[in-house]
Protein backbone atom coordinates (compact mmCIF):
# COMPACT_ATOMS: atom_id res chain seq x y z
CA UNK A 1 0.00 0.00 0.00
CA UNK A 2 2.43 2.39 -1.04
CA UNK A 3 2.53 4.32 -4.43
CA UNK A 4 4.34 7.56 -2.99
CA UNK A 5 0.86 8.70 -3.00
CA UNK A 6 -1.35 9.25 0.20
CA UNK A 7 -3.23 6.34 1.14
CA UNK A 8 -6.54 6.33 2.38
CA UNK A 9 -6.92 9.50 3.94
CA UNK A 10 -9.91 11.36 2.57
CA UNK A 11 -9.69 14.59 0.60
CA UNK A 12 -10.03 16.49 3.32
CA UNK A 13 -7.07 15.29 5.05
CA UNK A 14 -4.81 15.32 2.37
CA UNK A 15 -5.30 19.19 1.85
CA UNK A 16 -4.73 19.21 5.74
CA UNK A 17 -1.84 17.47 5.50
CA UNK A 18 -0.53 19.39 2.85
CA UNK A 19 1.99 22.30 3.62
CA UNK A 20 0.16 24.90 1.59
CA UNK A 21 -2.79 25.33 2.87
CA UNK A 22 -3.61 28.34 0.26
CA UNK A 23 -3.17 25.55 -2.61
CA UNK A 24 -5.23 23.27 -0.55
CA UNK A 25 -8.39 26.17 -0.36
CA UNK A 26 -7.81 26.76 -3.91
CA UNK A 27 -7.95 23.19 -5.31
CA UNK A 28 -11.11 23.23 -2.97
CA UNK A 29 -13.00 26.20 -4.77
CA UNK A 30 -12.10 23.95 -7.55
CA UNK A 31 -14.82 21.29 -9.04
CA UNK A 32 -15.40 18.70 -6.18
CA UNK A 33 -13.29 14.88 -7.36
CA UNK A 34 -16.02 12.35 -7.88
CA UNK A 35 -16.20 8.97 -7.39
CA UNK A 36 -15.40 6.53 -10.02
CA UNK A 37 -18.61 4.52 -10.25
CA UNK A 38 -16.56 1.40 -11.78
CA UNK A 39 -13.82 1.59 -8.58
CA UNK A 40 -17.05 2.26 -6.30
CA UNK A 41 -18.64 -0.58 -7.31
CA UNK A 42 -15.82 -2.71 -6.76
CA UNK A 43 -14.61 -1.63 -3.77
CA UNK A 44 -18.50 -1.96 -2.21
CA UNK A 45 -18.40 -5.67 -3.73
CA UNK A 46 -14.85 -6.29 -1.95
CA UNK A 47 -15.99 -4.90 1.47
CA UNK A 48 -18.85 -7.11 1.52
CA UNK A 49 -16.03 -9.86 0.74
CA UNK A 50 -14.15 -9.30 3.58
CA UNK A 51 -17.75 -9.37 5.21
CA UNK A 52 -18.57 -12.89 4.10
CA UNK A 53 -14.49 -13.51 5.43
CA UNK A 54 -15.77 -13.07 9.02
CA UNK A 55 -19.29 -14.68 8.96
CA UNK A 56 -19.76 -17.09 8.13
CA UNK A 57 -16.09 -17.71 6.73
CA UNK A 58 -13.93 -17.42 9.93
CA UNK A 59 -16.56 -18.76 12.25
CA UNK A 60 -16.61 -22.11 10.55
CA UNK A 61 -12.96 -22.57 9.75
CA UNK A 62 -11.75 -21.45 13.68
CA UNK A 63 -15.72 -23.54 15.06
CA UNK A 64 -15.02 -26.22 13.45
CA UNK A 65 -11.22 -26.66 14.68
CA UNK A 66 -13.01 -26.33 18.23
CA UNK A 67 -14.54 -29.25 20.33
CA UNK A 68 -18.35 -29.40 19.79
CA UNK A 69 -18.99 -28.07 22.73
CA UNK A 70 -17.22 -24.72 22.17
CA UNK A 71 -18.53 -24.72 18.47
CA UNK A 72 -21.27 -22.06 19.53
CA UNK A 73 -19.02 -20.36 21.65
CA UNK A 74 -16.58 -19.79 19.44
CA UNK A 75 -18.81 -18.92 16.09
CA UNK A 76 -20.56 -16.30 18.50
CA UNK A 77 -17.19 -14.76 20.09
CA UNK A 78 -16.31 -13.81 16.40
CA UNK A 79 -19.88 -12.53 15.44
CA UNK A 80 -20.12 -10.70 18.22
CA UNK A 81 -16.19 -9.12 18.13
CA UNK A 82 -16.78 -8.27 14.84
CA UNK A 83 -19.89 -6.31 15.42
CA UNK A 84 -18.69 -4.43 18.26
CA UNK A 85 -15.65 -3.32 16.14
CA UNK A 86 -17.96 -1.94 13.68
CA UNK A 87 -19.70 0.00 16.16
CA UNK A 88 -16.47 1.39 17.75
CA UNK A 89 -14.65 1.89 14.22
CA UNK A 90 -17.21 4.75 13.52
CA UNK A 91 -17.31 6.35 16.46
CA UNK A 92 -13.45 6.91 17.19
CA UNK A 93 -11.98 4.03 15.05
CA UNK A 94 -11.65 5.77 12.10
CA UNK A 95 -10.94 8.60 13.42
CA UNK A 96 -8.06 6.95 15.29
CA UNK A 97 -6.93 5.60 12.22
CA UNK A 98 -7.63 7.67 9.57
CA UNK A 99 -9.05 11.13 10.89
CA UNK A 100 -8.45 14.04 8.95
CA UNK A 101 -6.76 16.14 11.67
CA UNK A 102 -3.09 14.79 12.94
CA UNK A 103 -2.87 14.88 16.75
CA UNK A 104 0.54 17.45 17.88
CA UNK A 105 3.38 15.42 18.53
CA UNK A 106 1.52 12.20 17.70
CA UNK A 107 0.93 12.31 14.04
CA UNK A 108 3.06 9.21 13.38
CA UNK A 109 0.79 6.67 16.13
CA UNK A 110 -2.51 8.29 15.60
CA UNK A 111 -5.22 10.85 14.27
CA UNK A 112 -7.81 12.56 15.20
CA UNK A 113 -10.97 14.33 14.02
CA UNK A 114 -13.65 12.70 12.40
CA UNK A 115 -15.46 11.48 15.77
CA UNK A 116 -19.02 9.63 14.98
CA UNK A 117 -17.90 9.95 11.03
CA UNK A 118 -18.53 13.69 12.13
CA UNK A 119 -16.55 14.95 8.67
CA UNK A 120 -17.84 12.13 5.94
CA UNK A 121 -20.95 12.37 3.84
CA UNK A 122 -22.09 11.14 0.65
CA UNK A 123 -19.75 13.73 -1.59
CA UNK A 124 -17.07 13.49 0.85
CA UNK A 125 -14.10 11.02 -0.96
CA UNK A 126 -10.94 9.09 -0.17
CA UNK A 127 -7.80 9.47 -2.50
CA UNK A 128 -6.54 6.33 -4.18
CA UNK A 129 -3.01 5.52 -5.48
CA UNK A 130 -3.73 7.40 -8.75
CA UNK A 131 -5.94 10.89 -9.12
CA UNK A 132 -8.85 8.77 -8.88
CA UNK A 133 -10.99 8.93 -5.41
CA UNK A 134 -13.72 6.39 -4.12
CA UNK A 135 -16.42 7.82 -2.12
CA UNK A 136 -15.45 8.19 1.71
CA UNK A 137 -18.14 5.98 3.24
CA UNK A 138 -17.09 2.73 0.86
CA UNK A 139 -13.40 3.66 2.28
CA UNK A 140 -14.66 3.38 5.59
CA UNK A 141 -16.90 0.40 5.40
CA UNK A 142 -13.76 -1.54 3.67
CA UNK A 143 -11.36 -0.51 6.64
CA UNK A 144 -14.01 -1.25 8.97
CA UNK A 145 -14.49 -5.00 7.84
CA UNK A 146 -10.45 -5.24 8.26
CA UNK A 147 -10.67 -4.22 11.81
CA UNK A 148 -13.73 -6.20 12.62
CA UNK A 149 -12.00 -9.95 11.31
CA UNK A 150 -8.93 -8.68 13.24
CA UNK A 151 -9.87 -8.61 16.11
CA UNK A 152 -11.97 -11.38 15.37
CA UNK A 153 -8.87 -13.27 14.20
CA UNK A 154 -6.87 -12.88 17.93
CA UNK A 155 -10.08 -15.54 19.00
CA UNK A 156 -8.05 -18.33 17.47
CA UNK A 157 -5.93 -18.47 20.00
CA UNK A 158 -8.25 -18.08 22.94
CA UNK A 159 -10.85 -20.63 22.02
CA UNK A 160 -12.46 -22.57 24.17
CA UNK A 161 -11.48 -21.01 27.40
CA UNK A 162 -12.15 -17.11 27.49
CA UNK A 163 -15.33 -15.74 28.63
CA UNK A 164 -17.66 -13.37 26.28
CA UNK A 165 -17.58 -10.37 28.76
CA UNK A 166 -13.85 -10.80 28.94
CA UNK A 167 -13.98 -11.19 24.83
CA UNK A 168 -16.29 -8.21 24.51
CA UNK A 169 -14.22 -6.03 27.08
CA UNK A 170 -11.10 -6.97 25.55
CA UNK A 171 -12.16 -6.25 21.94
CA UNK A 172 -12.84 -2.46 22.80
CA UNK A 173 -9.91 -1.92 24.83
CA UNK A 174 -7.21 -3.69 21.90
CA UNK A 175 -8.62 -2.03 18.93
CA UNK A 176 -8.26 1.31 20.63
CA UNK A 177 -4.71 0.65 22.17
CA UNK A 178 -3.22 -1.73 19.61
CA UNK A 179 -5.38 -2.07 16.00
CA UNK A 180 -6.02 1.75 15.14
CA UNK A 181 -2.41 2.84 15.93
CA UNK A 182 -0.91 0.19 14.58
CA UNK A 183 -3.67 1.13 11.00
CA UNK A 184 -2.73 4.46 11.31
CA UNK A 185 1.37 3.52 11.38
CA UNK A 186 1.08 1.81 8.41
CA UNK A 187 -1.50 3.15 6.37
CA UNK A 188 -2.34 6.42 6.61
CA UNK A 189 -0.07 9.64 5.34
CA UNK A 190 2.27 10.73 8.08
CA UNK A 191 2.00 7.42 10.10
CA UNK A 192 5.55 6.11 11.25
CA UNK A 193 5.98 2.76 9.16
CA UNK A 194 3.96 4.68 5.82
CA UNK A 195 6.69 7.56 5.76
CA UNK A 196 9.29 5.27 6.48
CA UNK A 197 8.14 3.27 2.95
CA UNK A 198 7.31 -0.23 4.46
CA UNK A 199 5.40 -2.02 2.06
CA UNK A 200 2.01 -3.68 3.19
CA UNK A 201 -0.65 -4.09 0.83
CA UNK A 202 -3.51 -5.59 2.26
CA UNK A 203 -3.04 -6.18 5.98
CA UNK A 204 0.30 -8.54 7.25
CA UNK A 205 1.54 -6.53 9.60
CA UNK A 206 -1.59 -4.56 10.46
CA UNK A 207 -3.90 -7.54 10.35
CA UNK A 208 -1.62 -10.83 10.57
CA UNK A 209 1.12 -10.17 12.36
CA UNK A 210 -0.72 -7.88 15.03
CA UNK A 211 -3.71 -10.22 15.30
CA UNK A 212 -0.80 -13.05 15.83
CA UNK A 213 1.28 -11.55 18.27
CA UNK A 214 -1.91 -10.24 20.57
CA UNK A 215 -3.12 -13.69 20.21
CA UNK A 216 -0.20 -15.47 22.06
CA UNK A 217 0.02 -12.78 24.28
CA UNK A 218 -3.30 -13.05 25.53
CA UNK A 219 -2.81 -17.30 25.61
CA UNK A 220 0.43 -16.55 27.75
CA UNK A 221 -2.25 -14.22 29.96
CA UNK A 222 -5.42 -17.05 29.89
CA UNK A 223 -3.47 -20.29 30.51
CA UNK A 224 -3.66 -23.07 28.62
CA UNK A 225 -7.05 -24.95 28.32
CA UNK A 226 -7.89 -27.68 30.92
CA UNK A 227 -6.38 -31.28 29.99
CA UNK A 228 -4.04 -29.59 27.50
CA UNK A 229 -1.67 -31.24 26.25
CA UNK A 230 -2.45 -34.21 27.65
CA UNK A 231 -6.30 -34.80 26.51
CA UNK A 232 -7.36 -35.73 22.78
CA UNK A 233 -8.78 -32.59 21.34
CA UNK A 234 -9.25 -33.26 17.98
CA UNK A 235 -11.15 -30.58 15.64
CA UNK A 236 -15.23 -31.52 15.85
CA UNK A 237 -15.85 -31.26 12.17
CA UNK A 238 -13.35 -30.96 9.45
CA UNK A 239 -15.78 -30.65 7.04
CA UNK A 240 -16.99 -26.78 8.46
CA UNK A 241 -13.14 -25.96 8.72
CA UNK A 242 -13.33 -26.90 4.78
CA UNK A 243 -16.10 -24.54 4.02
CA UNK A 244 -14.56 -21.95 6.17
CA UNK A 245 -11.40 -21.85 4.19
CA UNK A 246 -13.22 -21.99 0.90
CA UNK A 247 -15.39 -18.85 2.02
CA UNK A 248 -11.78 -17.66 3.68
CA UNK A 249 -10.03 -17.73 0.26
CA UNK A 250 -12.98 -16.48 -1.84
CA UNK A 251 -12.97 -13.36 0.45
CA UNK A 252 -9.54 -12.94 0.80
CA UNK A 253 -10.28 -11.45 -2.91
CA UNK A 254 -12.25 -8.56 -1.21
CA UNK A 255 -9.04 -8.03 1.01
CA UNK A 256 -6.08 -7.95 -1.26
CA UNK A 257 -7.38 -6.90 -4.75
CA UNK A 258 -9.64 -4.69 -3.11
CA UNK A 259 -6.63 -3.30 -1.05
CA UNK A 260 -5.92 -1.42 -4.17
CA UNK A 261 -8.66 1.18 -3.63
CA UNK A 262 -9.49 0.78 -7.52
CA UNK A 263 -10.22 -1.40 -10.15
CA UNK A 264 -7.23 -1.50 -11.77
CA UNK A 265 -4.10 -3.75 -13.39
CA UNK A 266 -3.20 -3.97 -9.76
CA UNK A 267 -6.03 -5.08 -8.33
CA UNK A 268 -5.65 -7.98 -10.92
CA UNK A 269 -2.27 -8.43 -9.54
CA UNK A 270 -3.24 -9.03 -6.56
CA UNK A 271 -5.67 -11.23 -7.73
CA UNK A 272 -3.61 -13.56 -9.49
CA UNK A 273 -1.37 -13.25 -6.51
CA UNK A 274 -4.27 -14.66 -3.97
CA UNK A 275 -4.98 -17.37 -6.28
CA UNK A 276 -1.48 -18.65 -6.62
CA UNK A 277 0.46 -18.03 -3.40
CA UNK A 278 -2.71 -19.82 -1.78
CA UNK A 279 -2.29 -22.81 -4.50
CA UNK A 280 1.69 -23.42 -3.31
CA UNK A 281 0.69 -22.98 0.07
CA UNK A 282 -1.70 -25.52 0.38
CA UNK A 283 0.10 -27.98 -1.38
CA UNK A 284 3.35 -27.33 0.35
CA UNK A 285 2.00 -28.24 3.64
CA UNK A 286 0.70 -31.63 2.37
CA UNK A 287 3.93 -32.24 0.90
CA UNK A 288 5.60 -30.99 4.04
CA UNK A 289 3.76 -33.64 5.89
CA UNK A 290 3.96 -36.39 3.77
CA UNK A 291 8.28 -35.60 4.12
CA UNK A 292 7.14 -35.84 7.69
CA UNK A 293 6.25 -39.40 7.68
CA UNK A 294 2.18 -39.09 8.09
CA UNK A 295 -0.24 -38.81 5.28
CA UNK A 296 -1.31 -35.54 3.64
CA UNK A 297 -4.44 -34.52 5.39
CA UNK A 298 -7.22 -32.16 4.60
CA UNK A 299 -6.48 -29.81 7.73
CA UNK A 300 -2.55 -29.82 6.61
CA UNK A 301 -4.05 -28.89 3.17
CA UNK A 302 -6.51 -26.59 4.95
CA UNK A 303 -3.52 -25.08 7.28
CA UNK A 304 -1.90 -24.55 4.19
CA UNK A 305 -4.15 -22.05 2.77
CA UNK A 306 -4.17 -19.78 5.44
CA UNK A 307 -0.77 -19.84 5.54
CA UNK A 308 -0.42 -19.10 1.90
CA UNK A 309 -3.39 -16.15 2.07
CA UNK A 310 -1.34 -14.72 5.05
CA UNK A 311 2.10 -14.70 3.32
CA UNK A 312 0.58 -13.31 0.32
CA UNK A 313 -1.60 -10.14 1.78
CA UNK A 314 1.24 -7.81 2.30
CA UNK A 315 2.93 -8.66 -0.62
CA UNK A 316 -0.77 -8.93 -3.11
CA UNK A 317 0.08 -5.84 -5.24
CA UNK A 318 3.65 -5.77 -4.37
CA UNK A 319 5.24 -8.97 -5.70
CA UNK A 320 5.18 -10.64 -9.56
CA UNK A 321 3.20 -13.67 -9.40
CA UNK A 322 5.77 -16.27 -9.10
CA UNK A 323 7.30 -14.64 -5.93
CA UNK A 324 4.02 -14.92 -4.57
CA UNK A 325 4.26 -18.80 -5.07
CA UNK A 326 7.79 -18.86 -3.10
CA UNK A 327 6.14 -16.42 -0.43
CA UNK A 328 3.27 -18.99 0.29
CA UNK A 329 5.73 -22.22 0.06
CA UNK A 330 8.09 -20.71 2.36
CA UNK A 331 5.20 -19.41 4.60
CA UNK A 332 3.74 -23.11 4.76
CA UNK A 333 6.23 -24.94 5.19
CA UNK A 334 7.53 -22.44 7.93
CA UNK A 335 4.03 -22.35 9.47
CA UNK A 336 4.17 -26.46 9.76
CA UNK A 337 7.10 -26.01 11.20
CA UNK A 338 5.83 -23.60 14.07
CA UNK A 339 2.68 -25.55 14.53
CA UNK A 340 3.90 -28.62 14.55
CA UNK A 341 7.02 -28.65 16.11
CA UNK A 342 8.04 -25.43 18.01
CA UNK A 343 4.04 -25.17 19.25
CA UNK A 344 4.73 -28.31 21.29
CA UNK A 345 8.08 -27.74 22.47
CA UNK A 346 7.54 -24.68 24.06
CA UNK A 347 4.52 -25.65 25.94
CA UNK A 348 2.01 -22.96 24.93
CA UNK A 349 -1.54 -23.05 23.97
CA UNK A 350 -2.29 -21.40 20.82
CA UNK A 351 -5.81 -22.87 20.61
CA UNK A 352 -6.21 -22.68 16.55
CA UNK A 353 -2.83 -21.40 15.77
CA UNK A 354 -3.65 -17.47 15.59
CA UNK A 355 -0.15 -16.83 16.27
CA UNK A 356 1.38 -20.22 14.43
CA UNK A 357 -0.39 -19.95 11.37
CA UNK A 358 -1.67 -15.91 11.48
CA UNK A 359 1.78 -14.15 12.94
CA UNK A 360 4.29 -16.12 11.46
CA UNK A 361 2.95 -16.16 8.15
CA UNK A 362 2.59 -12.49 8.46
CA UNK A 363 6.04 -12.11 9.22
CA UNK A 364 7.46 -14.34 6.02
CA UNK A 365 5.14 -12.33 4.14
CA UNK A 366 6.34 -9.03 5.31
CA UNK A 367 9.77 -9.69 5.60
CA UNK A 368 9.62 -11.45 1.95
CA UNK A 369 7.35 -8.68 0.67
CA UNK A 370 11.09 -7.23 0.68
CA UNK A 371 12.67 -9.26 -1.48
CA UNK A 372 9.79 -10.43 -3.75
CA UNK A 373 9.21 -6.39 -4.90
CA UNK A 374 12.06 -6.69 -7.39
CA UNK A 375 12.44 -10.58 -7.36
CA UNK A 376 10.76 -13.14 -9.60
CA UNK A 377 9.63 -10.18 -11.74
CA UNK A 378 8.32 -8.05 -8.95
CA UNK A 379 6.54 -4.47 -9.55
CA UNK A 380 9.31 -2.87 -7.79
CA UNK A 381 7.10 -0.31 -6.17
CA UNK A 382 9.08 0.10 -3.05
CA UNK A 383 10.23 3.32 -2.24
CA UNK A 384 14.24 2.12 -1.09
CA UNK A 385 17.20 2.27 -3.20
CA UNK A 386 17.84 -1.17 -3.11
CA UNK A 387 16.18 -4.71 -2.55
CA UNK A 388 17.93 -5.14 0.76
CA UNK A 389 16.95 -1.43 1.81
CA UNK A 390 13.58 -1.98 1.54
CA UNK A 391 14.01 -5.16 3.22
CA UNK A 392 15.47 -3.83 5.83
CA UNK A 393 12.91 -1.49 6.10
CA UNK A 394 10.35 -4.46 6.08
CA UNK A 395 12.36 -5.83 9.15
CA UNK A 396 11.79 -2.94 11.05
CA UNK A 397 8.61 -2.53 10.75
CA UNK A 398 7.63 -6.26 12.07
CA UNK A 399 9.77 -5.52 15.03
CA UNK A 400 7.71 -2.50 15.26
CA UNK A 401 4.65 -4.01 14.85
CA UNK A 402 5.16 -7.14 17.03
CA UNK A 403 6.41 -4.42 20.09
CA UNK A 404 3.42 -2.51 19.66
CA UNK A 405 1.05 -5.31 19.74
CA UNK A 406 2.82 -6.91 22.40
CA UNK A 407 3.01 -4.90 24.62
CA UNK A 408 -0.40 -3.30 24.34
CA UNK A 409 -1.86 -6.72 24.71
CA UNK A 410 -0.52 -7.07 27.07
CA UNK A 411 -1.90 -4.05 28.99
CA UNK A 412 -5.31 -4.31 27.82
CA UNK A 413 -5.28 -8.10 28.99
CA UNK A 414 -3.99 -7.32 32.37
CA UNK A 415 -6.68 -4.61 32.39
CA UNK A 416 -9.75 -7.02 31.52
CA UNK A 417 -7.80 -9.90 33.59
CA UNK A 418 -8.38 -7.27 37.04
CA UNK A 419 -11.63 -6.55 36.11
CA UNK A 420 -14.01 -8.95 34.86
CA UNK A 421 -11.65 -11.74 34.48
CA UNK A 422 -10.38 -13.33 31.48
CA UNK A 423 -11.41 -16.93 32.38
CA UNK A 424 -14.25 -18.89 32.45
CA UNK A 425 -14.97 -21.35 35.68
CA UNK A 426 -13.62 -24.37 35.53
CA UNK A 427 -17.48 -25.90 35.31
CA UNK A 428 -18.18 -24.05 32.79
CA UNK A 429 -15.14 -25.23 30.82
CA UNK A 430 -15.00 -28.83 31.24
CA UNK A 431 -19.16 -28.33 30.17
CA UNK A 432 -18.45 -26.07 27.05
CA UNK A 433 -18.58 -22.65 26.68
CA UNK A 434 -21.32 -23.22 24.42
CA UNK A 435 -23.98 -23.89 27.56
CA UNK A 436 -21.87 -21.99 29.95
CA UNK A 437 -21.64 -19.04 28.19
CA UNK A 438 -24.83 -19.01 26.15
CA UNK A 439 -27.10 -21.51 27.34
CA UNK A 440 -27.44 -23.39 24.12
CA UNK A 441 -25.55 -25.98 22.39
CA UNK A 442 -24.56 -26.67 18.50
CA UNK A 443 -25.74 -29.98 17.92
CA UNK A 444 -28.70 -31.73 19.88
CA UNK A 445 -28.64 -35.48 19.30
CA UNK B 1 -26.68 -75.50 17.38
CA UNK B 2 -23.60 -73.04 17.37
CA UNK B 3 -23.95 -69.49 17.89
CA UNK B 4 -20.79 -68.06 15.51
CA UNK B 5 -19.19 -64.69 16.67
CA UNK B 6 -17.00 -62.61 14.16
CA UNK B 7 -15.26 -59.68 14.47
CA UNK B 8 -13.74 -58.78 10.29
CA UNK B 9 -12.84 -55.70 9.03
CA UNK B 10 -15.39 -53.57 7.89
CA UNK B 11 -14.23 -53.68 4.02
CA UNK B 12 -14.21 -57.48 4.11
CA UNK B 13 -18.05 -57.46 4.98
CA UNK B 14 -19.36 -57.99 1.16
CA UNK B 15 -16.69 -60.88 0.39
CA UNK B 16 -17.33 -63.20 3.82
CA UNK B 17 -21.39 -62.60 2.83
CA UNK B 18 -20.79 -63.71 -0.63
CA UNK B 19 -18.85 -66.95 0.35
CA UNK B 20 -21.33 -67.63 3.24
CA UNK B 21 -24.16 -67.51 1.40
CA UNK B 22 -22.79 -70.00 -1.69
CA UNK B 23 -22.19 -72.18 1.62
CA UNK B 24 -25.66 -72.13 2.25
CA UNK B 25 -26.30 -69.69 5.34
CA UNK B 26 -29.63 -68.68 5.36
CA UNK B 27 -29.05 -65.41 7.91
CA UNK B 28 -26.83 -63.58 9.46
CA UNK B 29 -27.03 -60.24 11.37
CA UNK B 30 -23.98 -57.40 11.22
CA UNK B 31 -23.65 -54.38 13.01
CA UNK B 32 -20.93 -51.62 13.32
CA UNK B 33 -18.86 -52.10 16.32
CA UNK B 34 -15.31 -50.18 17.71
CA UNK B 35 -12.93 -52.06 19.46
CA UNK B 36 -8.87 -53.05 20.01
CA UNK B 37 -7.33 -56.23 19.92
CA UNK B 38 -3.92 -56.86 19.68
CA UNK B 39 -3.85 -53.93 17.13
CA UNK B 40 -4.19 -50.98 20.06
CA UNK B 41 -6.14 -48.55 17.76
CA UNK B 42 -4.44 -46.37 15.44
CA UNK B 43 -3.02 -42.48 15.26
CA UNK B 44 -4.84 -39.26 14.11
CA UNK B 45 -2.41 -36.41 12.90
CA UNK B 46 -4.07 -33.31 13.24
CA UNK B 47 -1.83 -29.74 12.73
CA UNK B 48 1.48 -32.03 13.52
CA UNK B 49 -0.84 -32.69 17.14
CA UNK B 50 -0.54 -36.54 17.55
CA UNK B 51 -3.91 -38.33 19.00
CA UNK B 52 -4.12 -42.24 19.44
CA UNK B 53 -6.97 -43.62 19.16
CA UNK B 54 -8.32 -46.28 21.25
CA UNK B 55 -10.94 -48.39 19.11
CA UNK B 56 -10.89 -49.26 15.57
CA UNK B 57 -14.09 -49.59 13.85
CA UNK B 58 -14.70 -53.23 12.81
CA UNK B 59 -17.96 -55.48 11.77
CA UNK B 60 -19.18 -57.70 14.04
CA UNK B 61 -21.19 -60.83 12.08
CA UNK B 62 -23.14 -62.90 14.13
CA UNK B 63 -24.63 -66.04 12.72
CA UNK B 64 -26.92 -68.78 14.40
CA UNK B 65 -25.95 -72.53 12.61
CA UNK B 66 -26.56 -76.04 12.87
CA UNK B 67 -23.79 -78.11 14.43
CA UNK B 68 -22.93 -80.04 10.82
CA UNK B 69 -22.48 -76.75 9.65
CA UNK B 70 -20.56 -74.55 12.07
CA UNK B 71 -17.16 -75.43 11.38
CA UNK B 72 -17.40 -74.98 7.64
CA UNK B 73 -18.57 -71.05 8.56
CA UNK B 74 -15.70 -70.93 10.61
CA UNK B 75 -13.33 -71.72 7.89
CA UNK B 76 -15.23 -69.70 5.05
CA UNK B 77 -15.47 -66.55 7.29
CA UNK B 78 -11.31 -67.58 7.92
CA UNK B 79 -10.49 -67.72 4.70
CA UNK B 80 -13.06 -64.59 3.43
CA UNK B 81 -12.04 -62.31 5.90
CA UNK B 82 -8.23 -62.85 5.74
CA UNK B 83 -6.09 -60.00 4.67
CA UNK B 84 -2.98 -61.65 5.98
CA UNK B 85 -2.40 -58.52 7.86
CA UNK B 86 -2.75 -57.14 11.92
CA UNK B 87 -6.39 -56.00 12.72
CA UNK B 88 -8.24 -58.70 10.54
CA UNK B 89 -10.25 -59.84 13.53
CA UNK B 90 -11.20 -62.68 15.71
CA UNK B 91 -14.34 -65.94 15.17
CA UNK B 92 -15.47 -66.88 18.65
CA UNK B 93 -18.19 -70.18 18.76
CA UNK B 94 -20.56 -70.66 21.27
CA UNK B 95 -23.18 -73.31 22.14
CA UNK B 96 -26.41 -72.18 21.49
CA UNK B 97 -29.38 -73.74 23.59
CA UNK B 98 -32.18 -73.17 21.68
CA UNK B 99 -34.07 -71.04 18.87
CA UNK B 100 -37.26 -70.23 18.25
CA UNK B 101 -38.71 -68.71 15.14
CA UNK B 102 -41.11 -66.43 15.91
CA UNK B 103 -43.50 -66.21 12.88
CA UNK B 104 -44.64 -70.26 13.07
CA UNK B 105 -43.14 -71.48 16.12
CA UNK B 106 -40.65 -73.80 14.72
CA UNK B 107 -37.63 -74.90 17.34
CA UNK B 108 -34.21 -76.24 17.12
CA UNK B 109 -32.31 -76.46 13.39
CA UNK B 110 -35.60 -75.90 11.76
CA UNK B 111 -36.12 -72.40 13.23
CA UNK B 112 -32.30 -71.26 11.80
Known sequence: MIRKVLCGAGTVAASLLLPAVAFAQEAAEAAAPVANPGNNAWMMTATVLVMMMILPGLALFYGGLTRSKNMLSTMTQIGATAALAMLVWIMWGYSMAFGPEAVGGLEAFVSTGSYFLSSVTPDTTAATFSDEVISEYVFVSFQMTFAAITAALVLGATAERMKFSATMLFTVLWLTVVYFPIAHMVWAGGGLLFEMGALDFAGGTVVHINAGVSGLVLAYLLGKRKGYPTEPMPPHSLTLTMVGTGLLWVGWFGFNAGSELEADGFAGLAMINTFVATAAGGLAWMVMEKIAGHKGSALGFCSGIIAGLVAVTPAAGNSGPFGAVVLGIVASLVCYFMVAKIKPAMGYDDSLDAFGIHGIGGIIGAVGTGFVNTMFNGPGNGDAASMMDQVGIQVVAVLVAIAWAAIGTLIVGLIVKFTVGLRVSEETELAGLDIGEHGERAYND | ?112
Do not use: C, W
Open chain 2, 1 to 112: MKYIIAIIKPHKLDEVREALGSLGVAGMTASEVKGFGRQKGQTEIYRGAEYSVNMVPKVKIEIAASDALAPQIVETIQNSANSDAIGDGKVFVLDLASAVRIRTGETGDTAL
